[in-house]
């Protein structure tokens, strides 16, 4: 009898300074999202099509859950 397949490893880790969170599968870097909308997409990106990232049981969140995206908010309100 085969073993199913593994299933991928997803982490979305803690915000860097800047607010952005780097995805990973194992090793791998898949990208660096800025909002939730871009896990999606990175996730989509490398075949792996999650409909509801934020409760996916596929995507590990570390630092903080899929709302949490520090740092940005005051990036877009600063003035030069």
Same mark, same amino acid.
Do not use: F, K
């Given at each position: 009898?085969?073993? !199913?397949? !593994? /299933?991928?490893?997803?982490? *979305?880790?803690? !915000?860097?300074? +800047?607010?952005?969170?780097? *995805?990973?599968?194992? +090793?791998?870097?898949?990208?660096?999202?800025?909002?939730?909308?871009?896990?999606?997409?990175?996730? /989509?990106?490398? +075949?792996?099509?999650?409909? +509801?990232?934020?409760?996916?049981?596929? *995507?590990?969140?570390?630092?903080?859950?899929?709302?949490?995206?520090?740092?940005?908010?005051?990036?877009?309100?600063?003035?030069?």
């Amino acid at each position: 009898m085969a073993h !199913p397949s !593994p /299933r991928p490893r997803i982490v *979305v880790h803690a !915000p860097a300074l +800047d607010g952005t969170r780097r *995805v990973t599968e194992g +090793d791998e870097t898949l990208g660096v999202a800025s909002h939730l909308d871009d896990v999606g997409e990175i996730l /989509r990106l490398a +075949d792996h099509y999650v409909t +509801d990232v934020g409760s996916s049981d596929l *995507v590990e969140w570390q630092g903080g859950g899929p709302e949490e995206w520090p740092g940005l908010s005051e990036e877009h309100h600063r003035s030069p």
